[in-house]
């Protein structure tokens, strides 16, 4: 049954987005209602701040309202669209914050000034939500052998590059690359998307 | 078959850590190979999950006024939707077209099987997606979406605005097959008072190279092969 309302989501997603298309702003309300959350919590995480966060969703909703109409749904669903567009809008702003901090650290002679993305990192361990399916990736992400968790989570939340994960934890390349695949496969695996 | 480097580097594709040459190579990889495409896909919706993970948070409701007075007064008009109309395709033209694509279909099925393997354990990945339009006599803004299972011979079709028929009178879902000369029936639909129906239903007949689905207005209980007009059709 869950497999079913994933699939009549879908085909909910998909209707919101062609109004959307077409200049409906009711279709890019209820939109907003249903991903709202997920996606400013995934921009918090990154960012760990409430402000940045915010006007990161700002500017991907109105990406949403503007491109709507260049949805591929052959290569994505809705939902993990949105979750890319948040992604990129985010990892903007922490490359723009990366940069002022370069520059105040050099202005101040403190080279060793950290620099470092989302300084709030988590371990999804950590977390607590109600919410059924966050609840079950959660579960899957926290069942991963923690290596592979660990390289996921510093990739797709910290927007490490695999060269900064392996320096960071003082692994080989290979091994950071192998840990990334194996866990993504292990979670294609177990969420059925 | 996709090697183990092509993993590797799908796996970091889906999650932007691929250098801009690095990425560039990627895709033209992805552009020559179907599989990898699909391999790809199914990543890039595994990592998107993860965002589900972070601890939930509500935004401020002061932001949804916000981006809602933006898109209202700064005139970000929505990019116009490129595809097609769903136009009515009568159907000897549709039937024509049927057997033309036949061996193309055939071939294309071949080529299916082969992934069937790695894709038997993604419900969701199997599943197509066939967007119907209206057909006069039925209303303009009358719609439905289709999602198709082929492997369970299955789907769920949801329907808007189209208003209950007359007494005596039944919608009837069809599945238009390359491998069928006629429609295969998929049921009766019933909307309910406001013209919506979300159910799931299956074919009478093994399908497995659907084409289009349709619904056509028949006789109460439905007939077991098409005989009213077509209100709504579409293909994938």
């Not at chain 1, 607590?128 to 399916?133: I, P, Q, T, V």
């Amino acid at each position: 049954m869950a497999e079913e309302a994933a699939i009549v989501q879908q085909i909910a997603d998909r209707e919101m987005i062609e109004r959307i298309g077409r200049g409906d702003q009711s279709a890019f309300s209820a939109l907003y209602d249903r991903l709202s959350r997920p996606l400013y919590s995934l921009a918090l995480r990154m960012l760990g701040d409430a402000g940045d966060a915010q006007d990161a969703l700002q500017d991907v909703f109105l990406q949403i309202w503007s491109r709507a109409a260049t949805y591929n749904p052959e290569q994505s669903t809705v939902f993990s669209w949105t979750v890319l567009l948040t992604r990129s809008r985010v990892i903007d702003r922490l490359r723009a914050r990366k940069r002022r901090l370069r520059i105040v650290a050099s202005a101040t002679g403190d080279e060793d000034a950290d620099v470092a993305d989302a300084s709030t990192m988590e371990s999804a361990a950590d977390t607590a939500d109600k919410n059924d399916e966050a609840a079950r990736v959660r579960s899957v992400l926290n069942n991963l052998p923690s290596e592979q968790r660990e390289a996921i989570e510093l990739a797709f939340f910290g927007h490490l590059t695999h060269h900064e994960i392996a320096a960071r934890l003082g692994e080989p390349l290979g091994t950071i690359k192998a840990r990334i695949r194996r866990g993504l496969l292990k979670l294609r695996e177990r969420l059925g998307t | 078959m996709i090697s183990e480097e092509q993993q590797d580097q799908a796996a970091l594709h889906v999650l932007g850590l691929l250098s801009a040459a690095e990425a560039a190579a990627f895709e033209s990889a992805l552009s020559a190979s179907a599989e990898l495409r699909d391999f790809v896909r199914e990543l890039r919706e595994a990592a998107a999950d993860i965002a589900l993970s972070a601890p939930s948070q509500a935004p401020p409701a002061s932001l949804k006024q916000r981006i809602m007075r933006e898109i209202t007064t700064e005139k970000l008009a929505p990019v116009p939707l490129q595809r097609a109309p769903f136009g009515w395709v009568p159907w000897a033209i549709a039937a024509g077209l049927i057997v033309f694509c036949g061996v193309l279909a055939l071939d294309r099925a071949r080529l299916e099987r082969e992934l069937t393997g790695a894709r038997a354990a993604d419900p969701l990945m199997q599943t197509a997606f066939f967007t119907l339009g209206p057909s006069a006599p039925a209303p303009a803004d009358a719609k439905a979406t289709v999602a198709w299972e082929p492997g369970r011979q299955s789907g769920v079709i949801r329907i808007s605005n189209l208003p209950a028929p007359q007494p005596g009178r039944d919608y009837q879902l069809w599945a238009v097959d390359a491998a069928h000369k006629d429609p295969i029936s998929a049921g009766v639909i019933r909307v309910d008072k406001n013209g919506i129906a979300q159910v799931r239903f299956k074919p009478v007949e093994k399908v497995e190279h659907v084409k289009a689905f349709a619904i056509s207005l028949e006789r109460e209980g439905g007939v077991p092969k098409k005989e009213g007009p077509i209100l709504l059709v579409g293909s994938a």
